[in-house]
Structures are given as structure tokens and as C-alpha cells.
């Protein structure tokens, strides 16, 4: 189970004063079943964060409610619907790499859980990236406007 996470324990100052998680089966159970509720809402984000639906100004009911302003904007969503998938490009993740690590992120936002959903746009492109709680960024998206050339 992926229930004890080192970077987001806020337990550890307590020293002797922890008391441990009860270990009755029912509550393992009850425990497991919510660890797997978590997963399947962090595999849900990611897959709607990486597809082509994904507005950052709306970003929808598996994000949190901060993430989306009070004024959502016409603009953004058209912009959405422009892009088009660049899978050729998303296949060159060393040198995706390398460009997003002088580039700033377009948008940033952090999950309850720690996973970081960054959005970049290098010229007519938009790379689309999740850094996990371990650091590690994984490249999940690669877009490029409509009207760009794709050869």
C-alpha cells in the first residue's frame, strides 16, 4: 500500500508521542480500499490532463476547485480545441527533456497528493508534463497548434 509518503509526512516531529494506525482487518481493508480509490482518481486526472479535452482555465471536476478561476475564458478553450497531437515529437523525451529544463511552466499547479501538472508552450507547441511526489517528471502530452507544420 502506498499510504505512508515521506515527502508529505507531517508526523514526524512526534517522535515517541505516534501512535500507530489500528491493524484490524476491517480497517486494512477499509484502508486498501481507499488507497485504491486514490490511484484510480490520480490515474483519472493524468489521463484527462494529457488528453486533448483539457482546459487549464477549467480544468474540471478531478482537479481541485483552486485550480479554476472564478472567470473561465472563452480564449483557452478554443486554444484546446486547435491543438493537435504530436506524438512523433512526444517520442523524443531526452530532448523534450533537455528544452523544458531552461523553460518555465505556462502552468503550475499542485494535486492533494503531491503531483505537480505543468503545462509548457515552446513556439507553437504544448508540452504537457506531471512531476511526481519522487521528482521525476513524466512527458505525457505533446501538442502543437493547428496551423503549425507537422512534417
Known amino acids: 500500500l502506498d499510504v505512508f509518503n515521506p515527502h ?22 477499509r484502508l486498501k480500499l481507499l488507497v485504491g480509490e486514490e490511484a484510480e482518481v ?15 482555465d477549467n480544468a474540471g471536476p478531478l482537479f481541485p476547485a483552486s485550480w479554476s ?7 483557452a478553450a478554443a486554444r484546446a480545441k486547435a491543438l493537435v497531437p504530436r ?10 527533456h533537455h ?6 511552466p505556462h502552468f503550475d499547479q ?26 521525476e517528471m513524466h512527458i505525457g502530452a505533446v501538442y502543437g497548434e493547428g496551423g503549425a507544420d507537422q512534417a
Do not use: C, W
Not at 88 to 95: I, V
Open 87 to 96: 506524438p512523433d515529437l512526444q517520442a523524443e523525451q531526452a530532448t523534450l
Open 99 to 104: 528544452i523544458l529544463e531552461s523553460s518555465a
Open 110 to 135: 499542485r494535486a492533494e497528493d503531491g503531483a505537480r501538472f505543468l503545462v509548457y508552450r515552446v513556439g507553437s507547441l504544448e508540452v504537457r508534463a506531471v512531476r511526481g511526489r519522487d521528482g
Open 42 to 56: 490520480a490515474r483519472k486526472r493524468q489521463e484527462h490532463f494529457f488528453g486533448n479535452t483539457f482546459v487549464a
Open 69 to 75: 478561476p472564478t472567470i473561465a475564458s472563452d480564449a
Open 8 to 29: 508529505m509526512s507531517d508526523r514526524r516531529d512526534e517522535g515517541d508521542l505516534f501512535v500507530p494506525p489500528q491493524t484490524g482487518l476491517t480497517y486494512q481493508h
